[in-house]
Each structure stands twice: as structure tokens, then as C-alpha cells.
């Protein structure tokens, strides 16, 4: 059974920087959306970021709190999505899930998280 593992979370100073990947591991992968959410203490979960491949490439979309600052890749070959996070602000100190979008168009495999803190 396919399952998603997400790794690269960490403490980091304000402005700082980290890169999380999520690897699909177990079985055939072939997903062609995924996505990043992220769920802090206290609030709901949100979305953070989404690539969809497409015939002529991929596409990403992202919220607006992290646009600019955060991108989302994805490298096939490997089974793997990462999410490249720059000036790193207190307010995206969070618990990062990747997520995998069935055919049916929902968010049905998720990973276990992983912790993200931004100290200011």
C-alpha cells in the first residue's frame, strides 16, 4: 500500500529557509495532483500549495500568504514533492502534510506531518 512520508521540517530564525520532501513509497505511484497543507496549533488545516501535471508540463498554485516566497516541485522519477520555503515568517510555524488527489478530484492519501517552527 502506497504511503506518503514527508521529511525536512526543523526550527529556523525568521527569514530563514527549509525545503520539505514527501516521497511515495510502497506500491505504484501515479498520481498526477498532489499538494501541501499545513495545520497550526489551535486552527484548521490549510492549503499551502498544489501541483497538477499536465500534458504539456505542470502547474502549481499557491495561497496567497506564501506566494513569492514558497515553490512547490516535483520529481517523478523519484516519486517525490518538495516544497522550497523562503523568508520563513512565525506565522507559518505549522505541522506540514503532502497530500495525493485522487481521479475522483479529493485530497485521499496524506502524509504524517511534519513540525515546522519559525522563531522570530
Known amino acids: 500500500q502506497v504511503q506518503l512520508v514527508e521529511s525536512g521540517g526543523g526550527l529556523v530564525q525568521t527569514g530563514g529557509s527549509l525545503r520539505l520532501s514527501c516521497v511515495a513509497s510502497?506500491?505504484?505511484?501515479?498520481?498526477?495532483?498532489m499538494g501541501w497543507f499545513r495545520q497550526a496549533p489551535g486552527k484548521e488545516r490549510e492549503f499551502v500549495a498544489t501541483?497538477?501535471?499536465?500534458?504539456?508540463?505542470?502547474?502549481?498554485h499557491y495561497a496567497d500568504s506564501v506566494k513569492g516566497r514558497f515553490t512547490m516541485s516535483r520529481d517523478g522519477a523519484k516519486n517525490t514533492v518538495f516544497l522550497q520555503m523562503n523568508s520563513l515568517k512565525p506565522e507559518d510555524t505549522a505541522v506540514y502534510y503532502c497530500a495525493a488527489k485522487s481521479s475522483a478530484g479529493q485530497y485521499d492519501l496524506w502524509g504524517q506531518g511534519t513540525q515546522v517552527t519559525v522563531s522570530s
Open positions: 501541483i497538477d501535471i499536465t500534458w504539456s508540463g505542470s502547474l502549481t
Open positions: 510502497g506500491g505504484t505511484f501515479s498520481r498526477n495532483s
